[in-house]
């Protein structure tokens, strides 16, 4: 049973712009925050952004000012937009999901490439 769907990513030009979003599946209860981390190669898996169910946000000193993460509750969306992209950015992209349990929810993961 697929819990979490992404998409959006892809091959971009620096500078350019990717939007990435993540449906979960009604399935999963009781969401508390949602947000996408990266991995990039050679790398250790990081936090890019999330947000609460309360609305409060979170970014990686790396993507303030060019990257907003937004959610949809009443649908269990999350949307990652990503703007003024940087070679640097290039990796592989997962969104998560954590419950009021703390109980979270990996995606499958969606391939962010920025070429210079």
Same mark, same amino acid.
């Given at each position: 049973?697929?819990?979490?769907?992404?998409?959006? @990513?892809?091959?971009? /030009?620096?500078? &350019?712009?990717? %939007?990435?979003?993540? =449906?979960?599946?009604? $399935?999963?209860? !009781? +969401? *508390?925050?949602? @947000?996408?981390?990266? /991995?990039?190669? &050679?790398?250790? %898996?990081?936090?890019? =952004?999330?947000?609460? $169910?309360?609305? !409060? +946000? *979170?970014?990686?000193?790396?993507?303030?000012?060019?990257?907003?993460?937004? %959610?949809?509750?009443?649908?269990?969306?999350?949307?990652?937009?990503?703007?003024?992209?940087?070679?640097?950015?290039?990796?592989?992209?997962?969104?998560?999901?954590?419950?009021?349990?703390?109980?979270?929810?990996?995606?499958?993961?969606?391939?962010?490439?920025?070429?210079?």
């Amino acid at each position: 049973q697929v819990q979490l769907v992404e998409s959006g @990513g892809g091959l971009v /030009q620096a500078g &350019g712009s990717l %939007r990435l979003s993540c =449906a979960a599946s009604r $399935s999963i209860f !009781s +969401i *508390n925050t949602m @947000g996408w981390y990266r /991995q990039g190669p &050679g790398k250790q %898996r990081e936090l890019v =952004a999330d947000i609460t $169910s309360g609305g !409060s +946000i *979170n970014y990686a000193d790396s993507v303030k000012g060019r990257f907003t993460i937004s %959610r949809d509750n009443a649908k269990n969306t999350v949307n990652l937009q990503m703007n003024s992209l940087k070679p640097e950015d290039t990796a592989v992209y997962y969104c998560r999901v954590t419950t009021n349990r703390y109980i979270y929810y990996w995606g499958q993961g969606t391939q962010v490439t920025v070429s210079s």
